[in-house]
């Protein structure tokens, strides 16, 4: 085996920890989730669940890194002037923000599951905030600012929220243009009057 190549067999097992654990939170809820209930599901045993997790926790902790830093790489484009952010350059973020969720959709409605991980929406705005607004913490030490920018990511993560739920109903493009009229706008009127942009 290649240095640095993770083992097939310890991305199935991880895959059965992480599918079991799924499982378990939509039929059992997560507080009352064992490591016995997980490695049963998972059909391994608890010394093997306990060779790549500690506990229930990080298992918790490490899948939503995952997930997270999943959206942190789609997110994550390094603009040099906030004036070089335009609208198709806004949509773009925002469809390929929507393509990593739903390639990981069960993760996020299992979390977001009345039996979901406690204050997992709260996690989700916090990281997606501190990647939206990478580039712009100059301009935010004002209190104005702070509010309307929190009002906006909080309304936009809402919308992500909601999205999730109901995915099979709503289109990603539809979903994305309406977003990106209310928020592309918003923000640069926002920046306008704060004459940033």
């Known amino acids: 085996m290649k240095k640095g190549k993770t083992d097939l067999r310890v991305l199935k097992t991880r895959k059965a920890i992480k599918d079991a654990f799924l499982t378990l939170i939509r039929t059992k809820g997560y507080d009352r989730i064992t490591i ?38 789609c997110i994550n484009i390094e603009i040099i002037d906030i004036d070089e952010m335009s609208e198709e350059l806004f949509t773009s973020i925002l469809t390929e923000t929507f393509k990593v969720i739903e390639a990981d959709i069960e993760f996020y409605k299992a979390m977001l599951s009345e039996n979901g991980y406690p204050n997992f929406a709260n996690h989700l705005k916090e990281s997606l905030k501190g990647l939206m607004l990478a580039g712009l ?20 993560v809402g919308a992500i929220c909601m999205w999730i739920t109901h995915s099979k ?16 706008h918003n923000v640069l009127n926002l920046l306008q009057k704060n004459g940033i942009a």
């Open 36 to 73: 016995q209930d997980i490695s049963d599901e998972a059909m391994i045993n608890r010394n093997t669940f306990y060779l790549h997790y500690i506990d229930k926790i990080d298992l918790m902790e490490s899948l939503c890194k995952d997930s997270l830093d999943q959206l942190n790489v």
């Open 137 to 156: 913490e100059k301009y935010t030490s004002e209190y104005k600012m702070d509010v309307a920018l929190e009002y906006m990511i909080s309304g936009l």
């Open 169 to 184: 109903e709503l289109q990603i493009t539809e979903i994305v243009d309406q977003l990106s009229v209310i928020h592309f």
